[in-house]
């Protein structure tokens, strides 16, 4: 990807070794662009089926709007193959939610709330003497 050099992208994940590494050597952290959108890219293991991919900018202020952000065309629905709801939403009015998500936004993918908090779908075995 031949990107500007104000630009950066990459996959968000570095070992878990890497950060504890980092975090036990007080996190130096060089003052280079490149050093900067590298510790920007720091991600735990538990996180790294997420997939996540960063897009970094350092721009020059005059090209930021009045609210302060920096904007640039992008097709969400290009983009985002999956929406995945946070596990505490209440299961109860999920399906609804869902539905107004997908009215509010068009999104025409898969859109699922984590179940990695859910007990499991097997029952509890009985144990008697």
Request: charged share 25%; glycine share 8%; net charge positive.
């Amino acid at each position: 990807m031949n990107l500007p050099l104000n630009y950066w992208a990459g996959m968000a994940g570095k070992r878990e070794a890497q950060l504890r590494d980092y975090a036990q050597t007080s996190g130096r952290l060089d003052l280079s662009p490149q050093r900067f959108a590298s510790h920007l890219l720091l991600k735990r293991r538990a996180f790294k089926h997420e997939g996540e991919a960063r897009l970094l900018y350092f721009g020059d202020a005059k090209d930021y709007g009045a609210a302060g952000l920096y904007r640039y065309a992008v097709d969400p629905h290009a983009m985002i193959a999956q929406i995945m709801a946070d596990p505490n939403r209440d299961r109860v009015s999920w399906t609804g939610d869902k539905a107004a998500l997908q009215l509010a936004t068009g999104f025409t993918g898969s859109i699922k709330r984590s179940k990695i908090h859910d007990p499991p779908e097997w029952t509890a075995p009985d144990f008697t003497s």
